[in-house]
């Protein structure tokens, strides 16, 4: 089965807003992703990166959504862009049980309704593969952090680095997953 959607759904102001080009004037909110879904089969969340999500949120989502939807939530960017993550929050990035929980919470209504498709896995140009990185997704792998994922790695040397390195060959992920570089060329 091939899903097609867009990343997000809800894009009510500035150059790219939707309302009144895809979404009839005035539809807001929450019918939003009830219109969406009559159109479209997936979507990615993108709000995952930012925070997890609260878990009455996703249960809505799946509630507005037909049997046969797919979400795909991107990871939260603690796991995968720890100096933004920093940057952010004042934090220091010390990725733990307890975070990898939290996410997995978040995402648990999804899961029970059958409506998560993919995680994704999407690391910035200045990812590194190197001893130290391939160490950390090895641990999220092996946490459950994304037992099944598109990791979007925005440097081909990268890609080629992690799908050789034996990452590929961690528990939860038999051969080389599913690696995407969205910048052609690098």
């Known amino acids: 089965m091939i899903y097609v959607g867009t990343a997000g759904w809800s894009y009510p102001e500035g150059k790219g807003k939707w309302d009144g080009i895809f979404y009839p004037a005035g539809?807001?909110?929450?019918d939003q992703l009830a219109y969406y879904a009559e159109h479209f089969r997936a979507v990615e969340i993108n709000s995952s990166f930012y925070r997890p999500l609260a878990p009455h949120v996703a249960a809505s989502w799946a509630r507005k959504?037909?049997?046969?939807?797919?979400?795909?939530?991107?990871?939260?960017?603690?796991?995968?862009?720890?100096?933004?993550?920093?940057?952010?929050?004042?934090?220091?990035?010390?990725?733990?049980?307890?975070?990898?929980?939290?996410f997995k919470e978040g995402l648990a209504p999804l899961v029970d309704?059958?409506?998560?498709?993919?995680?994704?896995?999407?690391?910035?140009?200045?990812?590194?593969?190197?001893?130290?990185?391939?160490?950390?997704l090895e641990d999220l792998i092996r946490a459950g952090a994304f037992p099944s994922a598109v990791m979007d790695f925005l440097s081909a040397a990268v890609q080629a680095r992690?799908?050789?390195?034996?990452?590929?060959?961690?528990?939860?992920?038999?051969?080389?997953?599913?690696?995407?570089?969205?910048?052609?060329?690098?």
């Open 162 to 186: 992690c799908c050789f390195s034996g990452l590929s060959g961690a528990p939860g992920n038999p051969g080389c997953p599913g690696y995407l570089s969205s910048v052609p060329g690098r």
């Open 113 to 136: 309704a059958g409506k998560l498709g993919a995680l994704l896995a999407q690391f910035p140009p200045s990812f590194k593969a190197d001893e130290e990185t391939l160490t950390q």
């Open 65 to 102: 959504t037909p049997a046969d939807f797919r979400f795909t939530a991107k990871l939260y960017q603690k796991f995968t862009h720890p100096k933004m993550y920093q940057e952010a929050t004042g934090e220091a990035v010390d990725v733990r049980a307890e975070d990898v929980a939290r």
């Open 27 to 30: 539809r807001r909110g929450p």
